[in-house]
């Protein structure tokens, strides 16, 4: 009697696949990364060029408006006499962002992932190239949303990113594993009455025997 294949992946199949997704989502995190980089450098430059410092320019009113400053501190302005730590800790938390972006698989993560090592690589740069330099360098901010603190692309990224990365962790992945679970308990269960039908058909034609 030949046993039908099992529909079950084996497990060299079940132990490459995680190798797999990742070997895909590995680029487009460290895309998102870059792509965060490249906005808020690109944007920092412009707003140094072109606008003058501690002058306001309306864009919807007075609740958005384009305003440079430069911040010697963290993320809005906080911290202002601890620039080199906070220039140790973005480099930290980019270099922690690139080598998670080896390890997450899910796209929120992913998103979160390479919005958060964008802002901080964003941010580390300014600390090193921009006045007065060497881990000392004030950042750029400048976009400023009514009583809001002024900010830059880099603050909004990791923002966002540990926004996203939030969501997806208290929301989002427990119920994906509850659907999972859901999902392997059915498919046992399945496995199980097949078993026993094949059982009782093998009792029936010894009986018949």
Known sequence: MTQAPSSRPSAETADSRPARIRSRVV???LAVLLGVVVLDQVTKWAVVEFLEPRTSYPVLGEFARLYLIRNSGAAFSMG?????VFAV???LAALLCVFLAFRVRA???????GMIGGGATGNFIDRVFRDPGGLHGHVVDFISLGDFAIFNVADSGITVGVIVYLIYGLFIEPKQQKDKAD?????DDADDADDADEADAATEQEEQK
Do not use: K, R
């Not at 202002?80 to 080199?84: C, L, M, S, V």
């Not at 796209?107 to 992932?113: D, G, I, L, N, Y």
């Open 27 to 29: 680029p487009w995190a």
């Open 80 to 84: 202002e006499d601890a620039t080199p």
């Open 89 to 91: 800790i973005q480099l």
């Open 107 to 113: 796209p929120w993560t992913v998103a979160a992932v």
């Open 183 to 187: 999902d392997a308990d059915d498919a």
